[in-house]
Nanobody, 126 residues
Framework: QVQLVESGGGLVQAGGSLRLSCAAS????????MGWFRQPPGKEREFVAG????????TYPDSVKGRFTISRDNAKNTMYLQMNNLKPEDTAVYYC???????????????????WGQGTQVTVSS
């Protein structure tokens, strides 16, 4: 089992940047495909970014493509989400998620992930 802890959230003005981190403990970090999700106020959780075990494969929805970058450092058991040109509609609680895989799969559905962090709040003011 893996434990996930997000950090790096906060309040930022529109156009600004934040970098979220997801620290993992437990089993070998490189065994997990990872993802970032967010839940805006009053809305359902939505996919933000996914990354394969090695980090070579990434995927994003159109809403964040070109502004957000997911990465991971398997030596540090940490995944990151660099968020640039933030918009008020990016305001949400951001969660990291993990799933054990034996290939290079990346998943967009929250149903595919078994492990979740507690979330970190990101607020973007206009």
């Amino acid at each position: 089992q893996v434990q996930l802890v997000e950090s790096g959230g906060g309040l930022v003005q529109a156009g600004g940047s934040l970098r979220l981190s997801c620290a993992a403990s437990g089993r070998t970090f490189s065994s997990y495909t990872m993802g970032w999700f967010r839940q805006p106020p009053g809305k359902e959780r939505e996919f933000v970014a996914g990354i394969s075990r090695s980090g070579r494969t990434t995927t994003y929805p159109d809403s964040v493509k070109g502004r957000f970058t997911i990465s991971r450092d398997n030596a540090k058991n940490t995944m990151y989400l660099q968020m640039n040109n933030l918009k008020p509609e990016d305001t949400a609680v951001y969660y990291c998620a993990a799933r054990i895989v034996n290939d290079a799969s990346v998943y967009r559905s929250s149903n595919e992930y078994a492990y979740w962090g507690q979330g970190t709040q990101v607020t973007v003011s206009s």
